[in-house]
């Protein structure tokens, strides 16, 4: 059984940092594809960042040169660090596995960015 369990969220001031993660088991880590989305109020999901298997990053303008993802294929776990946090960050973060079209969802986890 698929697993995604992401955890680091909270609540921070505008310009500060946060660390995200995401474990994932029952899966072959390694060969999955990984994200991060988030969902704020009203809004729909997006995309934030992501990760090939091959270790390619891509981002959503809107984090450019403020967030970074990244995995350890060794702890089966994704991370993104998110400097210089703003307001409009604010959602829920949701992790991603996605191998051959088919894709599991974690359950989510606050970022409140709030001063």
């Known amino acids: 059984q698929v697993q995604l369990v992401e955890s680091g969220g909270g609540l921070v001031q505008p310009g500060g940092s946060l660390r995200l993660s995401c474990a994932a088991s029952g899966i072959v880590f390694s060969s999955y594809g990984m994200g991060w989305y988030r969902q704020a109020p009203g809004k729909q999901r997006e995309l934030v960042a992501l990760i090939t298997r091959y270790s390619t990053t891509g981002y959503a303008d809107s984090v450019k040169g403020r967030f970074t993802i990244s995995r350890d294929n060794a702890k089966s776990t994704v991370y993104l660090q998110m400097n210089s946090l703003k307001p409009e960050d604010t959602a829920v973060y949701y992790c991603?596995?996605?191998?051959?079209?088919?894709?599991?969802w974690g359950q989510g986890t606050q970022v409140t960015v709030s001063s």
């Open positions: 991603n596995a996605n191998r051959g079209g088919v894709t599991t």
